[in-house]
Nanobody
Framework: QLVESGGGVVQAGGSLRLSCAAS????????VGWVRQNPGKERELVAA????????YYAESVKGRFTISRDNAKNTVYLDMNSLKPEGPAVYYCAARRVFTDVVVRNDYDSWGQGTQVTVSS
C-alpha cells in the first residue's frame, strides 16, 4: 500500500514536500514515480526515480524546480516542489513498479496511492 502525504494549499512561489510511504512491503526493489492530474487534464508523470535513487526523470515543466528522492531504509519517496506555479487543485499520485534493474519507470505502474491534493494559489 502506498500512502501519500504533504499536500495542501500554498501560494505561488512557495514550496511543498510530498511523501510517499510504502507499508507492508519493501520499497527498495521498486521504481517510483509521481504523477499529477489537474482538473480536466490527463495524468502527467512529473518525476520518477530508480530503486537506488541514482537515476531520475523530470518532466520539462518541473525541471529545476522539483526534486525526487528516496530513503529506502524508511520505505519512503519524496517530491520536493519549489517555485510552485499556480495550479489546481491538482492531485499528486505516487506509483510504483517492481523492477529487476536500476532503471527509471515512466509508465505501467502496478501500484498506486490514493493521491494528495495540491493547490497553488496566485
Amino acid at each position: 500500500q502506498l500512502v501519500e502525504s504533504g499536500g495542501g494549499v500554498v501560494q505561488a512561489g512557495g514550496s511543498l514536500r510530498l511523501s510517499c510511504a510504502a507499508s507492508g512491503r519493501t520499497f527498495s526493489n521498486h521504481a517510483v514515480g509521481w504523477v499529477r492530474q489537474n482538473p480536466g487534464k490527463e495524468r502527467e508523470l512529473v518525476a520518477a526515480i530508480s530503486w537506488s535513487g541514482v537515476n531520475t526523470y523530470y518532466a520539462e515543466s518541473v525541471k529545476g524546480r522539483f526534486t525526487i528522492s528516496r530513503d529506502n531504509a524508511k520505505n519512503t519517496v519524496y517530491l520536493d516542489m519549489n517555485s510552485l506555479k499556480p495550479e489546481g487543485p491538482a492531485v499528486y499520485y505516487c506509483a510504483a513498479r517492481r523492477v529487476f534493474t536500476d532503471v527509471v519507470v515512466r509508465n505501467d505502474y502496478d501500484s498506486w496511492g490514493q493521491g494528495t491534493q495540491v493547490t497553488v494559489s496566485s
